[in-house]
């Protein structure tokens, strides 16, 4: 699969599947999680468009340089897998740590964006003091010291138990990660804060909550889309990864949004 090489010098894999041809859509990842996290969606969203996924740094196959990440440096990841991918411009669509990437891309490059979903996000996700806490609770025990944790935020409870086939992949992709990439990330998610930046945005946006979401509840997804000019906002019956909860639910939501 071809690589992006950042202006740093960071590899990044990104794969793409549907039509040459075709409108661009990107794809960007939760924390802890790979491309893989948008299989339900790749054969729905790649029969209309041609579908670009990535792993972010830190993550997955790409690169995991040590020390702390910063969004702006994560939206010019960004930058770089659609150079590689000859896309002067694309939709995008961002789940979590990816939707807040996505939030600093639209607005260092407003001209490089068409429509924009921004998936169980905020402009500020969480707390310094939590993500610091969570920093150290990786260095003290690993990936295995948080993934029950986060697999808890990840899913309701009651889907965890009934749809192991969907939660274990995601548990071993968070407990695969890099270490020092996934607290990378964590950095960049503890310094972020773009809620007095969001209102320049300018690409149509669609806001997707999800009603047992605890990391970005619907109340801060609401929040998002009231700040972001014209921006629509739902709510799936879901937690935090919901388009693997509720998959036929937000294809349907990105389609109709990227289609309208």
């Given at each position: 699969?071809p690589?992006a090489?950042?202006d740093?010098?960071?590899?990044?894999?990104?794969?793409?599947?549907g039509?040459a041809?075709?409108?661009?859509?990107l794809?960007?990842?939760s924390?802890?999680?790979?491309?893989e996290?948008?299989?339900?969606?790749?054969?729905?969203?790649?029969a209309?468009?041609?579908?670009?996924?990535f792993?972010?740094?830190g993550?997955g196959?790409?690169?995991?340089?040590?020390?702390?990440?910063?969004l702006?440096?994560?939206?010019?990841?960004?930058?770089?897998?659609?150079?590689a991918?000859d896309?002067p411009r694309?939709h995008?669509?961002?789940?979590?740590?990816?939707?807040?990437?996505?939030?600093?891309f639209?607005l260092?490059?407003?001209?490089?964006i068409d429509?924009l979903i921004?998936?169980?996000?905020?402009a500020?996700?969480?707390?310094?003091?939590?993500?610091?806490?969570r920093?150290a609770?990786?260095?003290?025990g690993?990936m295995?010291?948080?993934?029950?944790?986060?697999v808890?935020?990840?899913?309701?409870a009651?889907?965890?138990?009934?749809?192991p086939?969907?939660?274990?992949?995601?548990r071993?992709?968070?407990?695969?990660?890099?270490a020092?990439?996934?607290?990378?990330?964590?950095?960049?998610?503890?310094?972020a804060?773009l809620?007095?930046?969001?209102?320049?945005?300018v690409?149509?946006?669609?806001?997707?909550?999800?009603?047992?979401?605890?990391?970005?509840?619907?109340?801060q997804?609401?929040?998002?889309a009231?700040?972001?000019p014209g921006?629509r906002?739902?709510v799936?019956?879901?937690?935090?990864?919901s388009n693997?909860?509720?998959?036929?639910?937000?294809?349907?939501?990105?389609?109709a949004?990227?289609e309208?």
């Amino acid at each position: 699969m071809p690589t992006a090489l950042t202006d740093d010098g960071v590899a990044l894999w990104w794969t793409q599947d549907g039509p040459a041809d075709a409108p661009v859509l990107l794809l960007a990842n939760s924390i802890g999680s790979t491309a893989e996290m948008w299989a339900p969606q790749v054969a729905p969203l790649s029969a209309r468009f041609r579908l670009i996924r990535f792993d972010a740094r830190g993550h997955g196959r790409s690169d995991a340089p040590e020390g702390d990440y910063r969004l702006d440096r994560l939206a010019r990841d960004m930058a770089a897998v659609l150079d590689a991918a000859d896309a002067p411009r694309a939709h995008v669509c961002g789940l979590s740590l990816g939707g807040a990437t996505a939030q600093a891309f639209a607005l260092a490059y407003p001209d490089r964006i068409d429509r924009l979903i921004l998936a169980n996000t905020a402009a500020r996700i969480g707390s310094a003091e939590g993500w610091s806490h969570r920093i150290a609770a990786v260095r003290a025990g690993g990936m295995a010291g948080v993934a029950d944790m986060a697999v808890a935020r990840f899913f309701e409870a009651a889907f965890i138990a009934a749809h192991p086939e969907i939660v274990d992949p995601v548990r071993e992709a968070l407990i695969a990660t890099p270490a020092h990439g996934y607290v990378g990330c964590c950095a960049a998610l503890r310094d972020a804060d773009l809620t007095d930046a969001v209102a320049a945005v300018v690409a149509p946006t669609l806001v997707i909550g999800a009603s047992h979401d605890v990391s970005t509840p619907p109340a801060q997804t609401q929040a998002l889309a009231d700040a972001i000019p014209g921006a629509r906002h739902m709510v799936l019956d879901a937690a935090h990864l919901s388009n693997l909860e509720q998959p036929d639910a937000f294809t349907g939501a990105v389609l109709a949004h990227l289609e309208a």
